[in-house]
């Protein structure tokens, strides 16, 4: 029996796979980047366990997660660098794969 990453991420996580389904959706991926959707109530374990499932199989890569899918670029680089900065300015959060570590972005004013 084969088990999704995401659903097993969820399941450690304490996430249902329902509950993880409706948080979170990765909508598109490059080698290097991942840009992800998720709803606005989702917590920091669901933010988690999406850029795990989006980084899963990738050593260099970062999950860019976002609650506002106008803000999501069209298709994802294949570098950070080259992210909108319009687009990462409205980012919630960033998955960091390599460190396996969940950065939150705070906005200031």
């Known amino acids: 029996m084969r ?3 995401s659903l097993l991420a969820a399941a450690l996580l304490g ?4 509950a ?18 998720c709803g606005k109530n989702a917590d920091a374990a669901e933010l988690k ?7 899963k199989g990738k050593k260099v890569c970062n999950a860019w997660i976002w609650n506002d899918a106008s803000k999501l670029p069209a298709k994802a680089p294949a570098a950070d660098k080259d992210l909108p900065k319009t ?5 919630r959060a960033v998955w960091i794969n390599d460190s396996q570590h969940l950065m939150e972005l705070r906005k200031t004013h």
């Open 49 to 55: 366990a999406a850029g795990m499932a989006a980084c």
């Open 87 to 91: 687009s990462t300015g409205a980012a």
């Open 3 to 5: 088990i999704s990453s």
């Open 15 to 18: 996430l249902s796979g329902s």
């Open 20 to 37: 993880f389904a409706q948080a979170c959706a990765t909508r598109d991926s490059s080698e290097q980047v991942a840009l992800v959707l």
